[in-house]
């Protein structure tokens, strides 16, 4: 298992995609940290609750696509090159090479986010002249939900992998799987919610697909708890219906079911 | 023990059958080559030995264990067809992670690349390999581990002849260790004496398993004999073979071609050398292993049924 991590990594280090997301990481972190005081100038609220949820709000779309571009290859290339078969012919179990792509996937991705919140946390500091009064907190908290958030799309990224087989196929898949889950999705719940106007649907209903939502519940994990709630007070009332446990689980839930469909496709491949 | 039974496997895919009704047996350094046209079932046949595609009926035993088992599989290795292993990494990485998944140390896989002859481009890219060079990574990965069975999916294609050469030269070794060896190709003329037993497969049916010599007796395909005369001479030596109805062939007025069988030949020779001075040249040709090998991969499987029985 990592023996197929150490290999996965060799591999991710020549990937031109993984350098390019680590980079866009990074600046986009290093930008918003510099920018995000600007709409409430220099007072009271914590610099670096501010840059967390502009990140924040980034991340949503950008962990999920750095996530999917990085699985969607891993067993369809690998049956494309015929390496597939060749690797199951060795001592080896088909969720120990599954594990072994997640894994080395996984420590690309926390490479990739935790450059970019290092850097906004060293910055946020020497903006402030000192570590005094900044709450790291909200930092340490994006970095795990996002690797959660990543994860799941890893796990969505290889099920797609062994659906469809073909690379090129699985590209396609995997950014309308994109799309659905981080644009579409939300778009639809606001039609719907604005044509009920506030019946049973919106109250009963609306809250627990927002965040049966692993993007969604990752968007609500990150809210300002305090402070600054008026800035997005439509989606964290909803949020507080399901409350944080709801959005944790969903959270949590998702990279192990979608792993586990994804291992469950990978049985059955015939290669 | 066997290094492989394979006994009365079926594979059906949907309605189609890919592997008909196949037995083999392969002995402890036996070194098999695998014939058959693109699509005949040869694929089918290794993947169902590696236990990558389970049989519809019948059972394979590797080594005395269920193909794809854990014993099967360390005892057990494979060269792909057109396998293109990831471009980025070098043959080195490629080949040491190959080790690692055999328990097998780093050395021994610098040592293997040494020995297919890649040791000067081990710490290049496998993207800039040329196909020889990565069909060199196959094998090496292949030797890995001192296998007792290798199953080789068309690995000469792609070769040049030296490499092909170095290539069987490898295979022997292996088979000396012990090791059985199968080798599957579309070509009787790339394997030829190469290998002790030939089986073809056509659609699926094994029509044949034998050394070359059997299946060139049991095929008794006709030998050509071309005779050169003066052009005065040359009707009154295919007259004489009139009696014996065998085909034949005149070509530019000065040579005559006979197609007989094996045993009519020493016969037909004595009668060509009573006309002393008058022939200029003869010239001998056995069936080619071409012919002998569309002679029995486009004969019917329901003739072979009854061949393989006895």
């Known amino acids: 298992m990592f023996t197929i991590a150490k290999i996965e990594i060799l591999i991710a280090r020549r990937n031109m995609w993984v350098t390019v997301s680590v980079v866009l990481m990074a600046l986009f972190s290093v930008v918003l940290t510099l920018t995000g005081g600007a709409p409430t100038g220099t007072l009271g609220v914590d610099p670096l609750i501010i840059a967390t949820s502009s990140i924040t709000t980034l991340s949503v779309y950008f962990i999920p696509l750095v996530a999917l571009l990085l699985a969607f290859d891993a067993i369809s290339g690998e049956i494309e090159r015929g390496t597939l078969a060749l690797s199951l012919t060795y001592p080896l179990s088909r969720a120990q090479i599954l594990l072994g792509k997640f894994i080395a996937h996984f420590l690309v991705l926390a490479f990739a986010i935790g450059v970019g919140l290092l850097l906004s946390g060293t910055l946020a500091v020497i903006k402030n002249g000192g570590a005094t009064g900044l709450s790291f907190t909200p930092l340490l908290w994006l970095f795990f939900t996002s690797l959660m958030l990543g994860a799941t799309f890893l796990g969505l990224g290889y099920l797609i992998s062994a659906l469809v087989r073909q690379p090129s196929a699985a590209s396609g898949l995997a950014i309308v799987v994109w799309l659905v889950f981080v644009v579409l999705y939300d778009i639809i719940l606001l039609g719907a919610l604005v044509g009920d106007k506030g019946g049973f649907f919106s109250d009963n209903i609306f809250p627990f697909l927002l965040v049966a939502n692993p993007s969604d519940a990752f968007r609500l994990l990150n809210m300002p708890e305090m402070g600054s709630k008026e800035l997005t007070s439509g989606i964290s009332a909803a949020g507080d219906i399901s409350g944080r446990l709801g959005q944790l689980i969903s959270l949590f839930l998702w990279p192990i079911l979608a792993l586990f469909l994804a291992w469950l496709k990978l049985k059955r491949i015939e290669s | ?310």
């Open chain 2, 1 to 310: 023990m066997s290094a492989l039974v394979i006994k009365n496997v079926t594979k059906r895919y949907n309605e189609v059958k890919s592997v008909v009704d196949v037995s083999l047996n392969i002995e402890p350094g036996e070194r098999i080559a695998l014939l058959g046209h693109n699509g005949a079932g040869k694929t089918t046949l290794i993947k169902m030995i590696l236990g990558l595609v389970k049989p519809t009926s019948g059972s394979i035993e590797v080594l005395g264990v269920a193909p794809g088992s854990k014993k099967a599989r360390l005892l057990t290795s494979y060269l792909p067809e057109n396998v293109a292993f990831h471009g980025s990494l070098t043959g080195r990485e490629q080949m040491r992670h190959f080790a690692a998944l055999k328990s097998q140390n780093t050395k021994k896989a610098d040592e293997l690349l040494e020995k297919v002859g890649l040791s000067h481009a081990m710490n290049r890219k496998i993207a800039t390999y040329s196909k020889g060079m990565r069909q060199r990574i196959g094998l090496a990965q292949a030797l890995l581990g001192k296998p007792k069975l290798a199953l080789l999916d068309e690995p000469t294609s792609g070769l040049d002849p030296i490499s092909r050469h170095e290539f069987y030269d490898i295979v022997k070794d292996l088979s000396n260790n012990g090791t059985a060896v199968i080798i599957s190709s579309h070509a009787l003329t790339e394997v030829e004496t190469k290998t002790d037993r030939i089986a073809i497969l056509s659609q699926g049916n094994l029509v044949a398993n034998e050394s070359l010599e059997v299946l060139r007796k049991s095929a008794s395909l006709p030998i050509l004999i071309k005779i050169k005369a003066s052009d005065k001479k040359i009707n009154e030596v295919a007259n004489s073979f009139e009696n014996k109805k065998l085909n034949s062939n005149r070509v530019n007025g000065q040579t005559l071609e006979l197609f007989c069988k094996q045993n009519q030949k020493i016969d037909i020779l004595g009668q060509i050398s009573a006309f002393g001075n008058a022939i200029k040249d003869i010239d001998i040709t056995p069936p080619s292993l071409e012919e002998l090998y569309r002679y029995y991969s486009t004969s019917k499987p329901k003739d072979s049924a009854s061949l393989e029985e006895k």
